[in-house]
């Protein structure tokens, strides 16, 4: 079993920055493609980026590319989304999402992860 807890959520002024945290436990972190995913009140969960194992390879969809940065230190088990530049549609709850392989490959599908933390919220005022 594979236990996420996110952190680094609260509230910003828009144009300004949080760092998201996805701490793992249960299974070591290399094992662990990881991806985020976010749901705004009323929307459905929609992909914002995801890792592979070996942090070689991160795939971010269109709204967040250069603005958002995934990094992962295996070390502390620890995956982190650095948000710059946030914007009012930015606004969400924030998942993060573990699936166990032995490949490099990054996913983008909701149902490719088998393990979701509890999330962590991200407000960001206009």
């Known amino acids: 079993q594979v236990q996420l807890v996110e952190s680094g959520g609260g509230l910003v002024q828009a144009g300004g920055s949080l760092r998201l945290s996805c701490a793992a436990s249960g299974r070591t972190l290399s094992s662990l493609a990881i991806g985020w995913f976010r749901q705004a009140p009323g929307k459905e969960r929609e992909f914002v980026g995801a890792i592979s194992r070996s942090g070689s390879n991160t795939y971010y969809v269109d709204s967040v590319k250069s603005r958002f940065t995934l990094s992962r230190d295996n070390s502390r088990n620890t995956v982190y989304l650095q948000m710059n530049n946030l914007e009012p549609e930015d606004t969400a709850i924030y998942y993060c999402?573990?699936?166990?392989?032995?490949?490099?490959?990054?996913?983008?599908?909701?149902?490719?992860?088998?393990?979701w933390g509890q999330g962590t919220q991200v407000t960001v005022s206009s």
């Open positions: 999402a573990a699936r166990i392989t032995i490949s490099d490959l990054i996913y983008s599908g909701k149902d490719d992860y088998a393990y």
